[in-house]
Protein backbone atom coordinates (compact mmCIF):
# COMPACT_ATOMS: atom_id res chain seq x y z
CA UNK A 1 0.00 0.00 0.00
CA UNK A 2 0.93 3.69 -0.59
CA UNK A 3 0.01 6.79 -0.02
CA UNK A 4 -0.66 9.61 -2.79
CA UNK A 5 -1.71 12.81 -3.62
CA UNK A 6 -5.37 13.24 -5.03
CA UNK A 7 -3.18 15.32 -8.13
CA UNK A 8 -1.39 11.74 -8.75
CA UNK A 9 -5.03 9.37 -8.43
CA UNK A 10 -6.15 11.87 -10.72
CA UNK A 11 -3.99 11.94 -13.25
CA UNK A 12 -4.24 7.70 -13.04
CA UNK A 13 -7.63 8.14 -13.29
CA UNK A 14 -7.78 9.44 -16.37
CA UNK A 15 -4.30 8.26 -17.78
CA UNK A 16 -3.90 5.03 -19.73
CA UNK A 17 -4.87 1.79 -19.01
CA UNK A 18 -6.24 0.21 -16.28
CA UNK A 19 -7.65 1.18 -12.93
CA UNK A 20 -9.91 1.12 -10.33
CA UNK A 21 -11.14 4.28 -8.48
CA UNK A 22 -13.28 2.48 -5.72
CA UNK A 23 -14.63 5.27 -2.83
CA UNK A 24 -14.82 2.79 0.30
CA UNK A 25 -16.90 5.57 1.89
CA UNK A 26 -20.89 4.66 2.63
CA UNK A 27 -23.68 4.95 0.11
CA UNK A 28 -25.13 8.11 1.86
CA UNK A 29 -21.59 9.61 1.93
CA UNK A 30 -21.02 8.77 -1.28
CA UNK A 31 -24.46 10.08 -2.40
CA UNK A 32 -23.53 13.28 -1.17
CA UNK A 33 -20.69 14.22 -2.96
CA UNK A 34 -17.55 11.92 -4.95
CA UNK A 35 -15.10 12.03 -7.67
CA UNK A 36 -16.97 11.68 -11.12
CA UNK A 37 -15.50 8.18 -11.80
CA UNK A 38 -14.93 6.87 -8.64
CA UNK A 39 -16.69 3.66 -8.09
CA UNK A 40 -18.92 2.83 -4.44
CA UNK A 41 -17.68 0.06 -2.71
CA UNK A 42 -19.10 0.84 1.02
CA UNK A 43 -15.97 -0.94 3.55
CA UNK A 44 -19.07 -2.41 4.49
CA UNK A 45 -19.78 -4.76 1.88
CA UNK A 46 -15.74 -4.19 1.01
CA UNK A 47 -15.23 -8.48 0.51
CA UNK A 48 -18.74 -9.34 -0.53
CA UNK A 49 -18.72 -7.21 -4.08
CA UNK A 50 -14.93 -6.73 -5.03
CA UNK A 51 -14.31 -9.84 -6.36
CA UNK A 52 -17.07 -8.77 -8.99
CA UNK A 53 -16.08 -5.36 -9.54
CA UNK A 54 -12.00 -5.96 -9.70
CA UNK A 55 -11.76 -9.87 -10.37
CA UNK A 56 -7.99 -9.34 -11.35
CA UNK A 57 -5.38 -8.84 -8.24
CA UNK A 58 -2.80 -6.81 -10.37
CA UNK A 59 -5.22 -3.77 -11.40
CA UNK A 60 -4.18 -0.57 -9.36
CA UNK A 61 -7.00 0.08 -6.90
CA UNK A 62 -6.93 3.29 -6.16
CA UNK A 63 -8.70 4.21 -2.34
CA UNK A 64 -10.62 6.96 -1.61
CA UNK A 65 -12.51 7.64 2.29
CA UNK A 66 -13.57 10.77 4.59
CA UNK A 67 -9.96 11.27 5.49
CA UNK A 68 -11.29 8.76 8.62
CA UNK A 69 -8.60 5.93 8.12
CA UNK A 70 -11.80 3.72 6.76
CA UNK A 71 -9.39 3.39 3.42
CA UNK A 72 -6.13 2.64 5.05
CA UNK A 73 -8.29 -0.49 6.86
CA UNK A 74 -9.69 -1.41 3.39
CA UNK A 75 -6.57 -1.40 1.67
CA UNK A 76 -5.22 -3.95 4.88
CA UNK A 77 -8.13 -6.43 3.81
CA UNK A 78 -7.85 -6.39 0.32
CA UNK A 79 -4.12 -7.18 0.54
CA UNK A 80 -5.21 -9.97 2.43
CA UNK A 81 -7.26 -11.13 -0.56
CA UNK A 82 -4.38 -10.89 -2.41
CA UNK A 83 -4.59 -7.28 -4.41
CA UNK A 84 -0.68 -6.44 -4.79
CA UNK A 85 -1.51 -2.44 -6.11
CA UNK A 86 -3.37 -0.50 -4.19
CA UNK A 87 -2.86 3.18 -3.40
CA UNK A 88 -4.86 5.43 -0.82
CA UNK A 89 -5.19 9.22 -1.44
CA UNK A 90 -3.97 11.46 1.23
CA UNK A 91 -6.41 13.25 3.21
CA UNK A 92 -9.72 11.35 1.95
CA UNK A 93 -12.25 13.64 -0.03
CA UNK A 94 -11.79 16.63 1.55
CA UNK A 95 -8.32 16.73 -0.36
CA UNK A 96 -9.54 16.03 -3.58
CA UNK A 97 -12.09 19.19 -2.79
CA UNK A 98 -9.45 20.88 -1.67
CA UNK A 99 -7.18 20.34 -5.34
CA UNK A 100 -10.21 22.15 -7.14
CA UNK A 101 -11.98 19.09 -8.22
CA UNK A 102 -15.32 18.84 -8.26
CA UNK A 103 -17.60 16.32 -5.93
CA UNK A 104 -20.49 15.35 -7.76
CA UNK A 105 -23.89 14.78 -5.68
CA UNK A 106 -25.98 11.35 -6.15
CA UNK A 107 -25.50 7.90 -8.00
CA UNK A 108 -24.79 6.60 -11.51
CA UNK A 109 -23.14 9.97 -12.40
CA UNK A 110 -20.88 8.95 -15.67
CA UNK A 111 -23.84 7.22 -16.93
CA UNK A 112 -26.89 9.82 -16.18
CA UNK A 113 -23.32 12.51 -18.12
CA UNK A 114 -23.54 10.46 -20.82
CA UNK A 115 -27.22 10.34 -21.16
CA UNK A 116 -27.27 14.52 -20.87
CA UNK A 117 -24.75 14.67 -23.42
CA UNK A 118 -26.44 12.26 -25.84
CA UNK A 119 -29.60 14.43 -25.65
CA UNK A 120 -27.56 17.35 -26.70
CA UNK A 121 -26.11 15.80 -29.88
CA UNK A 122 -28.88 13.44 -30.75
CA UNK A 123 -31.94 15.68 -29.73
CA UNK A 124 -34.58 12.75 -29.34
CA UNK A 125 -38.01 14.26 -29.94
CA UNK A 126 -39.67 14.99 -26.24
CA UNK A 127 -43.36 14.55 -25.36
CA UNK A 128 -44.78 16.76 -22.57
CA UNK A 129 -46.67 14.94 -19.49
CA UNK A 130 -49.74 17.38 -21.04
CA UNK A 131 -49.63 16.50 -24.54
CA UNK A 132 -49.21 12.44 -23.30
CA UNK A 133 -52.47 12.66 -21.05
CA UNK A 134 -53.72 14.57 -23.89
CA UNK A 135 -53.12 11.39 -26.38
CA UNK A 136 -54.45 9.07 -23.84
CA UNK A 137 -58.00 11.19 -23.44
CA UNK A 138 -58.41 11.19 -27.39
CA UNK A 139 -57.52 7.23 -27.43
CA UNK A 140 -54.85 8.57 -30.14
CA UNK A 141 -52.60 5.49 -31.48
CA UNK A 142 -49.56 4.62 -29.73
CA UNK A 143 -47.69 2.58 -28.05
CA UNK A 144 -45.95 3.40 -24.32
CA UNK A 145 -43.52 1.74 -22.18
CA UNK A 146 -41.70 2.11 -19.53
CA UNK A 147 -37.90 1.05 -19.94
CA UNK A 148 -37.32 0.54 -15.93
CA UNK A 149 -36.83 -3.02 -15.35
CA UNK A 150 -39.66 -4.68 -13.05
CA UNK A 151 -38.95 -3.37 -9.40
CA UNK A 152 -39.12 -0.10 -10.17
CA UNK A 153 -42.15 0.10 -12.69
CA UNK A 154 -43.90 -2.03 -9.59
CA UNK A 155 -43.32 1.12 -7.28
CA UNK A 156 -44.82 3.33 -9.06
CA UNK A 157 -45.29 4.17 -13.30
CA UNK A 158 -47.46 6.55 -15.58
CA UNK A 159 -50.81 5.48 -16.02
CA UNK A 160 -51.04 3.23 -18.84
CA UNK A 161 -46.98 2.40 -19.69
CA UNK A 162 -45.67 -1.34 -20.12
CA UNK A 163 -42.92 -2.32 -18.27
CA UNK A 164 -40.55 -3.35 -21.30
CA UNK A 165 -36.53 -2.46 -20.05
CA UNK A 166 -34.33 -0.98 -22.54
CA UNK A 167 -32.75 -3.49 -24.57
CA UNK A 168 -35.43 -5.61 -24.20
CA UNK A 169 -38.21 -3.39 -25.84
CA UNK A 170 -35.59 -2.84 -29.33
CA UNK A 171 -35.57 -6.79 -29.00
CA UNK A 172 -38.89 -6.83 -29.35
CA UNK A 173 -40.05 -4.38 -31.84
CA UNK A 174 -40.58 -6.92 -33.91
CA UNK A 175 -44.12 -7.32 -32.06
CA UNK A 176 -45.04 -3.29 -33.18
CA UNK A 177 -46.51 -1.93 -36.70
CA UNK A 178 -43.47 -0.24 -38.68
CA UNK A 179 -45.11 2.89 -38.52
CA UNK A 180 -46.49 2.60 -34.43
CA UNK A 181 -45.72 5.68 -32.46
CA UNK A 182 -43.78 4.79 -29.66
CA UNK A 183 -43.32 6.51 -25.94
CA UNK A 184 -40.65 5.87 -23.70
CA UNK A 185 -40.51 6.95 -20.16
CA UNK A 186 -38.53 6.13 -16.92
CA UNK A 187 -37.93 7.82 -13.61
CA UNK A 188 -36.40 10.80 -14.80
CA UNK A 189 -34.51 11.38 -17.85
CA UNK A 190 -31.55 9.18 -18.72
CA UNK A 191 -33.59 5.71 -19.56
CA UNK A 192 -36.06 7.72 -21.37
CA UNK A 193 -32.98 9.56 -23.57
CA UNK A 194 -30.75 6.44 -24.39
CA UNK A 195 -34.41 4.50 -24.96
CA UNK A 196 -35.52 6.74 -27.54
CA UNK A 197 -32.12 6.62 -28.88
CA UNK A 198 -31.79 3.11 -29.11
CA UNK A 199 -35.32 2.40 -30.90
CA UNK A 200 -34.16 5.25 -33.63
CA UNK A 201 -31.01 2.97 -33.78
CA UNK A 202 -32.49 -0.19 -33.82
CA UNK A 203 -34.51 1.14 -37.20
CA UNK A 204 -38.29 2.01 -36.21
CA UNK A 205 -39.80 3.61 -38.82
CA UNK A 206 -42.32 5.45 -36.42
CA UNK A 207 -42.23 8.33 -34.65
CA UNK A 208 -40.25 8.15 -31.23
CA UNK A 209 -40.45 10.22 -28.24
CA UNK A 210 -39.56 10.40 -24.99
CA UNK A 211 -41.44 11.19 -21.74
CA UNK A 212 -40.17 14.67 -20.59
CA UNK A 213 -38.69 14.11 -17.44
CA UNK A 214 -40.37 10.42 -16.41
CA UNK A 215 -42.74 10.01 -13.54
CA UNK A 216 -41.34 13.13 -12.18
CA UNK A 217 -42.36 15.19 -14.54
CA UNK A 218 -46.04 13.30 -15.06
CA UNK A 219 -46.49 14.52 -10.88
CA UNK A 220 -44.79 17.76 -11.15
CA UNK A 221 -47.97 18.12 -13.89
CA UNK A 222 -50.13 17.39 -10.91
CA UNK A 223 -51.61 14.25 -12.48
CA UNK A 224 -51.14 10.93 -10.15
CA UNK A 225 -49.04 8.08 -10.48
CA UNK A 226 -49.75 4.12 -10.22
CA UNK A 227 -48.69 2.29 -7.46
CA UNK A 228 -48.13 -1.69 -6.82
CA UNK A 229 -48.14 -2.43 -10.44
CA UNK A 230 -47.99 -5.80 -11.46
CA UNK A 231 -45.27 -6.75 -13.92
CA UNK A 232 -46.83 -8.17 -17.63
CA UNK A 233 -44.63 -10.71 -19.08
CA UNK A 234 -42.26 -9.07 -21.53
CA UNK A 235 -44.12 -9.40 -25.36
CA UNK A 236 -43.26 -12.66 -27.00
CA UNK A 237 -40.56 -12.54 -29.68
CA UNK A 238 -42.04 -15.24 -32.78
CA UNK A 239 -39.30 -16.13 -35.66
CA UNK A 240 -40.03 -13.21 -37.89
CA UNK A 241 -39.54 -10.57 -35.32
CA UNK A 242 -36.44 -12.70 -33.82
CA UNK A 243 -35.13 -12.75 -37.44
CA UNK A 244 -35.85 -8.76 -37.65
CA UNK A 245 -33.76 -8.28 -34.86
CA UNK A 246 -30.65 -9.97 -35.81
CA UNK A 247 -30.75 -8.18 -39.02
CA UNK A 248 -30.82 -4.60 -37.34
CA UNK A 249 -27.96 -5.88 -34.97
CA UNK A 250 -25.42 -6.76 -38.10
CA UNK A 251 -26.52 -3.62 -39.04
CA UNK A 252 -25.58 -1.73 -35.85
CA UNK A 253 -22.52 -3.75 -35.12
CA UNK A 254 -20.97 -2.94 -38.53
CA UNK A 255 -22.14 1.02 -38.70
CA UNK A 256 -20.80 1.43 -35.42
CA UNK A 257 -17.25 -0.76 -35.45
CA UNK A 258 -18.29 -2.84 -32.79
CA UNK A 259 -16.33 -5.97 -32.30
CA UNK A 260 -17.92 -9.60 -32.58
CA UNK A 261 -16.05 -12.89 -31.43
CA UNK A 262 -17.68 -16.28 -31.15
CA UNK A 263 -17.32 -18.20 -27.61
CA UNK A 264 -13.87 -19.42 -28.37
CA UNK A 265 -12.74 -16.24 -28.47
CA UNK A 266 -14.23 -15.09 -25.52
CA UNK A 267 -12.69 -17.60 -23.58
CA UNK A 268 -9.17 -16.56 -24.82
CA UNK A 269 -10.03 -13.22 -23.57
CA UNK A 270 -11.44 -14.40 -20.12
CA UNK A 271 -8.19 -16.34 -19.90
CA UNK A 272 -6.13 -12.90 -20.98
CA UNK A 273 -4.13 -12.14 -17.19
CA UNK A 274 -2.89 -8.70 -18.54
CA UNK A 275 -6.28 -7.55 -19.13
CA UNK A 276 -9.46 -7.18 -16.85
CA UNK A 277 -12.93 -8.67 -18.84
CA UNK A 278 -16.14 -8.96 -17.61
CA UNK A 279 -18.89 -11.06 -19.22
CA UNK A 280 -22.45 -9.88 -19.14
CA UNK A 281 -25.58 -11.90 -20.30
CA UNK A 282 -28.18 -9.38 -21.68
CA UNK A 283 -31.09 -11.71 -21.78
CA UNK A 284 -33.61 -11.88 -19.74
CA UNK A 285 -33.96 -13.97 -16.98
CA UNK A 286 -35.95 -16.61 -18.04
CA UNK A 287 -33.69 -16.86 -21.35
CA UNK A 288 -31.15 -17.11 -19.24
CA UNK A 289 -32.66 -19.77 -16.49
CA UNK A 290 -33.64 -21.69 -19.57
CA UNK A 291 -30.52 -21.91 -21.67
CA UNK A 292 -27.76 -20.38 -19.13
CA UNK A 293 -24.18 -19.01 -19.37
CA UNK A 294 -22.53 -19.94 -15.97
CA UNK A 295 -19.46 -17.59 -16.36
CA UNK A 296 -21.94 -15.06 -17.33
CA UNK A 297 -23.28 -12.25 -14.91
CA UNK A 298 -26.75 -11.74 -16.12
CA UNK A 299 -28.10 -7.47 -15.92
CA UNK A 300 -30.83 -5.64 -18.51
CA UNK A 301 -29.07 -4.43 -21.06
CA UNK A 302 -30.38 -0.69 -19.97
CA UNK A 303 -29.35 -1.35 -16.78
CA UNK A 304 -25.80 -2.29 -17.17
CA UNK A 305 -25.36 1.42 -19.07
CA UNK A 306 -27.74 3.03 -16.44
CA UNK A 307 -25.72 2.22 -13.61
CA UNK A 308 -22.56 1.29 -15.06
CA UNK A 309 -20.62 1.46 -11.96
CA UNK A 310 -22.68 -1.06 -10.18
CA UNK A 311 -21.05 -3.63 -12.37
CA UNK A 312 -18.14 -2.53 -13.50
CA UNK A 313 -15.05 -0.90 -11.24
CA UNK A 314 -12.51 -1.06 -13.69
CA UNK A 315 -11.95 1.94 -15.78
CA UNK A 316 -10.87 1.24 -19.36
CA UNK A 317 -11.61 -2.30 -18.85
CA UNK A 318 -13.29 -4.64 -21.51
CA UNK A 319 -16.75 -6.02 -22.04
CA UNK A 320 -17.96 -8.81 -23.81
CA UNK A 321 -22.11 -8.46 -23.79
CA UNK A 322 -23.73 -12.13 -24.65
CA UNK A 323 -27.15 -12.48 -26.27
CA UNK A 324 -28.74 -14.75 -28.70
CA UNK A 325 -29.49 -11.84 -31.28
CA UNK A 326 -27.06 -9.83 -31.22
CA UNK A 327 -29.29 -6.55 -30.98
CA UNK A 328 -29.44 -6.32 -27.27
CA UNK A 329 -25.98 -6.68 -26.57
CA UNK A 330 -25.48 -3.97 -29.77
CA UNK A 331 -26.83 -1.22 -27.98
CA UNK A 332 -25.34 -1.87 -24.68
CA UNK A 333 -21.78 -1.58 -26.24
CA UNK A 334 -22.80 1.20 -28.13
CA UNK A 335 -23.09 3.08 -25.20
CA UNK A 336 -20.21 1.21 -23.10
CA UNK A 337 -18.13 2.28 -25.76
CA UNK A 338 -18.97 5.78 -25.04
CA UNK A 339 -18.02 5.74 -21.23
CA UNK A 340 -14.40 4.65 -22.35
CA UNK A 341 -14.64 0.66 -22.36
CA UNK A 342 -13.41 -1.57 -24.96
CA UNK A 343 -16.60 -3.99 -25.71
CA UNK A 344 -17.51 -6.91 -28.19
CA UNK A 345 -20.61 -8.73 -29.07
CA UNK A 346 -20.68 -12.66 -28.34
CA UNK A 347 -23.61 -14.46 -29.93
CA UNK A 348 -24.54 -17.61 -27.26
CA UNK A 349 -23.07 -20.63 -28.16
CA UNK A 350 -21.62 -23.76 -27.14
CA UNK A 351 -17.92 -22.37 -26.24
CA UNK A 352 -19.61 -19.78 -24.12
CA UNK A 353 -21.92 -22.21 -22.59
CA UNK A 354 -18.36 -23.65 -21.65
CA UNK A 355 -16.33 -21.47 -20.34
CA UNK A 356 -15.72 -22.03 -16.45
CA UNK A 357 -16.94 -20.46 -13.93
CA UNK A 358 -15.10 -17.68 -11.56
CA UNK A 359 -15.76 -18.64 -7.97
CA UNK A 360 -16.08 -16.44 -5.70
CA UNK A 361 -14.44 -15.32 -2.91
CA UNK A 362 -15.44 -17.10 0.50
CA UNK A 363 -16.02 -14.84 3.44
CA UNK A 364 -14.43 -16.36 6.09
CA UNK A 365 -16.52 -18.18 8.95
CA UNK A 366 -15.91 -15.74 11.73
CA UNK A 367 -18.95 -15.73 13.47
CA UNK A 368 -21.35 -19.03 14.93
CA UNK A 369 -24.61 -18.65 14.51
CA UNK A 370 -27.17 -19.28 17.02
CA UNK A 371 -30.54 -19.14 17.41
CA UNK A 372 -32.99 -16.62 18.41
CA UNK A 373 -33.68 -17.96 22.16
CA UNK A 374 -30.03 -18.93 22.75
CA UNK A 375 -29.27 -14.89 21.65
CA UNK A 376 -31.94 -14.12 24.40
CA UNK A 377 -30.38 -16.01 27.37
CA UNK A 378 -26.68 -14.77 25.90
CA UNK A 379 -27.92 -11.35 26.05
CA UNK A 380 -29.68 -11.47 29.24
CA UNK A 381 -25.89 -12.74 30.45
CA UNK A 382 -24.58 -9.34 29.50
CA UNK A 383 -23.82 -9.89 25.33
CA UNK A 384 -23.89 -7.01 23.26
CA UNK A 385 -26.31 -6.79 21.03
CA UNK A 386 -25.67 -5.08 17.53
CA UNK A 387 -28.11 -4.52 15.20
CA UNK A 388 -26.11 -4.25 11.27
CA UNK A 389 -29.60 -3.66 9.09
CA UNK A 390 -29.77 -0.52 7.21
CA UNK A 391 -30.21 2.85 9.47
CA UNK A 392 -34.11 3.48 8.15
CA UNK A 393 -34.60 -0.43 8.40
CA UNK A 394 -33.53 0.18 12.40
CA UNK A 395 -35.46 3.51 12.79
CA UNK A 396 -38.85 1.69 11.63
CA UNK A 397 -38.16 -1.14 14.55
CA UNK A 398 -35.71 -2.75 16.27
CA UNK A 399 -35.13 -4.49 19.31
CA UNK A 400 -34.84 -2.35 22.41
CA UNK A 401 -31.69 -4.16 23.68
CA UNK A 402 -30.32 -3.74 20.46
CA UNK A 403 -27.73 -0.66 19.29
CA UNK A 404 -27.25 -0.05 15.81
CA UNK A 405 -23.75 -0.05 13.83
CA UNK A 406 -22.30 0.03 10.97
CA UNK A 407 -18.71 -1.25 10.06
CA UNK A 408 -16.49 1.44 9.90
CA UNK A 409 -17.73 3.14 12.71
CA UNK A 410 -17.79 -0.04 15.26
CA UNK A 411 -14.37 1.13 16.47
CA UNK A 412 -16.97 4.44 18.55
CA UNK A 413 -18.39 1.00 20.79
CA UNK A 414 -14.79 1.31 22.25
CA UNK A 415 -12.84 -2.21 24.31
CA UNK A 416 -14.87 -4.65 24.44
CA UNK A 417 -12.66 -5.99 26.61
CA UNK A 418 -13.58 -9.63 25.93
CA UNK A 419 -17.24 -9.65 26.04
CA UNK A 420 -19.72 -11.47 23.42
CA UNK A 421 -21.55 -10.04 20.85
CA UNK A 422 -24.46 -10.96 18.98
CA UNK A 423 -25.41 -9.54 15.50
CA UNK A 424 -28.55 -8.71 13.40
CA UNK A 425 -28.25 -8.77 10.39
CA UNK A 426 -29.68 -9.93 7.09
CA UNK A 427 -26.79 -11.45 5.55
CA UNK A 428 -24.36 -13.65 7.55
CA UNK A 429 -21.17 -12.78 5.47
CA UNK A 430 -22.38 -9.14 6.41
CA UNK A 431 -21.76 -10.17 10.52
CA UNK A 432 -18.70 -12.55 9.62
CA UNK A 433 -16.87 -9.13 7.68
CA UNK A 434 -17.62 -6.91 11.01
CA UNK A 435 -16.15 -9.80 13.39
CA UNK A 436 -12.61 -8.64 11.95
CA UNK A 437 -13.18 -4.97 13.21
CA UNK A 438 -15.05 -6.18 16.43
CA UNK A 439 -12.24 -9.23 17.05
CA UNK A 440 -9.51 -6.12 16.95
CA UNK A 441 -11.61 -4.40 19.84
CA UNK A 442 -11.96 -7.29 21.71
CA UNK A 443 -14.56 -9.12 21.44
CA UNK A 444 -14.49 -12.74 23.02
CA UNK A 445 -16.84 -14.43 20.50
CA UNK A 446 -19.46 -13.10 17.94
CA UNK A 447 -22.44 -15.00 17.11
CA UNK A 448 -25.09 -14.33 14.59
CA UNK A 449 -28.74 -14.73 14.49
CA UNK A 450 -30.30 -17.33 12.38
CA UNK A 451 -33.92 -15.57 10.73
CA UNK A 452 -32.86 -12.33 12.87
CA UNK A 453 -34.46 -9.61 14.18
CA UNK A 454 -38.10 -11.52 12.83
CA UNK A 455 -36.89 -14.38 15.17
CA UNK A 456 -36.00 -12.24 18.20
CA UNK A 457 -39.18 -10.69 18.29
CA UNK A 458 -40.87 -14.09 17.81
CA UNK A 459 -39.02 -15.32 20.69
CA UNK A 460 -40.38 -13.00 22.60
CA UNK A 461 -38.09 -9.79 22.46
CA UNK A 462 -38.80 -6.07 23.45
CA UNK A 463 -38.99 -4.01 20.45
CA UNK A 464 -39.26 -0.11 19.23
CA UNK A 465 -40.79 1.03 16.54
CA UNK A 466 -40.22 4.45 14.77
CA UNK A 467 -37.68 5.74 16.51
CA UNK A 468 -34.99 8.81 15.90
CA UNK A 469 -31.95 7.21 16.19
CA UNK A 470 -29.96 7.06 14.72
CA UNK A 471 -29.54 10.17 13.88
CA UNK A 472 -29.06 11.71 10.19
CA UNK A 473 -26.04 12.82 10.24
CA UNK A 474 -24.69 9.10 12.24
CA UNK A 475 -26.95 6.98 9.18
CA UNK A 476 -24.19 7.10 6.67
CA UNK A 477 -25.46 4.17 4.94
CA UNK A 478 -28.81 6.11 3.63
CA UNK A 479 -28.44 8.97 0.62
CA UNK A 480 -30.83 11.57 2.38
CA UNK A 481 -30.70 14.16 -1.51
CA UNK A 482 -33.97 14.15 -2.95
CA UNK A 483 -34.71 10.44 -1.34
CA UNK A 484 -38.56 10.73 -1.07
CA UNK A 485 -38.79 12.20 -4.77
CA UNK A 486 -41.37 9.58 -5.65
CA UNK A 487 -43.27 9.54 -2.94
CA UNK A 488 -44.52 13.01 -3.46
CA UNK A 489 -42.12 15.40 -2.60
CA UNK A 490 -42.55 17.70 -5.69
CA UNK A 491 -39.58 20.00 -4.61
CA UNK A 492 -37.46 17.19 -4.10
CA UNK A 493 -38.37 16.08 -8.05
CA UNK A 494 -37.60 20.04 -8.94
CA UNK A 495 -34.14 19.52 -6.96
CA UNK A 496 -33.00 16.21 -8.82
CA UNK A 497 -34.51 17.33 -12.50
CA UNK A 498 -31.86 20.25 -11.76
CA UNK A 499 -28.87 18.59 -10.74
CA UNK A 500 -29.34 15.94 -13.55
CA UNK A 501 -29.60 18.53 -16.41
CA UNK A 502 -26.82 21.11 -14.42
CA UNK A 503 -24.32 17.85 -14.50
CA UNK A 504 -22.91 18.62 -17.81
CA UNK A 505 -21.80 22.43 -16.76
CA UNK A 506 -19.93 21.01 -13.95
CA UNK A 507 -17.32 18.81 -15.86
CA UNK A 508 -13.97 19.65 -16.31
CA UNK A 509 -12.09 20.06 -19.30
CA UNK A 510 -10.66 16.33 -18.54
CA UNK A 511 -13.53 14.76 -17.37
CA UNK A 512 -15.56 15.86 -20.51
CA UNK A 513 -12.70 14.33 -22.37
CA UNK A 514 -13.34 11.04 -21.39
CA UNK A 515 -16.55 10.55 -22.81
CA UNK A 516 -15.71 9.63 -26.50
CA UNK A 517 -19.10 10.64 -27.79
CA UNK A 518 -21.06 9.03 -30.97
CA UNK A 519 -22.78 11.14 -33.33
CA UNK A 520 -25.28 10.52 -35.66
CA UNK A 521 -24.55 9.32 -38.79
CA UNK A 522 -25.51 12.11 -41.39
Known sequence: MKLIAATDARDVVHGKGESAFLDVREAG???????????????????????????????????????????????????????????????????????????????????????????????????????????????????????????????????????????????????????????????????????????????????????????????LAGKSLERGNAVDPLPVVDEAATSLSKQRASRLLDLYEIDRIDGKNATELLADKARTTYL??????????????????????????????????????????????????????????QLGYETAVVMIDAALRAIPVRMPRPVPERTGVVDARTALRAIKAGALLIDLRGSMTYRREHVEAAIWSIRPRLAILGPLNDRSVIIIADDRDIANIAAVELATLGARRVDWIEGGHKALVEAGARKKQFHPRPPDKDAIDHLFFVHDRHDGNLDACRRYLAWETGLVSQLDTAERAAFTLIRPEC
Not at 133 to 162: C, I, L
Not at 184 to 191: D, K, M, P, Q
Not at 316 to 331: K, P
Open 280 to 337: FDLRSADECQKDPVPAAQNVVGGQLVQATDHWVGVRRSRIILACDGGLRSALAAFWLK
Open 29 to 219: EFGEGHPLFAVPLPYSRLELRIGSLVPRNETPIILLDGGDGVAQRAAVRLMGLGYVNISVIIGGVAAWASAGFTLYKGVNVPSKVLGELAEQIWHPKMLQAEELSNWQTRNHRFAFFDTRPGDEYAKMRVPGARCVPNGELAHRLGTLNDDEPIVVTCAGRTRGITGAIGLHLSGHEGPIFALENGTQGWA
